[in-house]
């Protein structure tokens, strides 16, 4: 009967801790992360534009986006995607309060085509879908104002 008992045990257990373990490998839906760059605004002076991204890691629930280019191919436009940013608003020339709607879709933009670009090299295919949205596009007056 303790042999019964014990091997029982043992089964649950196994399976119990097999079950478990896909469970550690769960990833967030979405991803965000900012950057910080200096930009001059007419009139006022210079300022730290906060421009700041979301992710959406997997958009739906066909298997393209679970697999391990799309994975790859994400965690690249993740990192990318800063240099776009920063590329984009460090090359902006004195800029009006309104000319920031237009800096904000030219990156927009930008890490639309790169993300098309990176498709090819990881081998995603050209319709698959990427959510992504600026959700921080704010200024910063600086320390010594």
Excluded: H
């Excluded at 994400?74 to 460090?90: C, D, H, P, Y």
Aim: no cysteine; glycine share 2%.
């Amino acid at each position: 009967m303790k042999r019964i008992f014990s091997i029982t045990f043992l089964m649950v257990l196994l399976f119990t801790s097999n079950a478990l373990a896909g469970f550690s490998s769960y990833s967030e839906i979405s991803s965000s992360d900012s950057v910080i760059a200096p930009i001059q605004i007419k009139n006022k002076g210079i300022y730290n534009l906060v421009v700041s991204i979301q992710f959406l890691n997997a958009p739906t629930e066909d298997k393209v986006y679970k697999s391990d280019p799309y994975d790859k191919f994400m965690r690249r436009l993740k990192v990318e995607w800063s240099g776009i940013a920063i590329n984009q608003i460090l090359k902006a020339k004195e800029q009006s309060i309104n000319d920031l709607a237009n800096l904000k879709a030219n990156i927009e933009g930008d890490i639309s085509k790169l993300a098309n670009q990176l498709k090819s090299k990881y081998s995603v295919d050209k319709n698959a879908e990427v959510v992504f949205s600026l959700s921080n596009f704010f200024l910063l007056e600086t320390k010594d104002k």
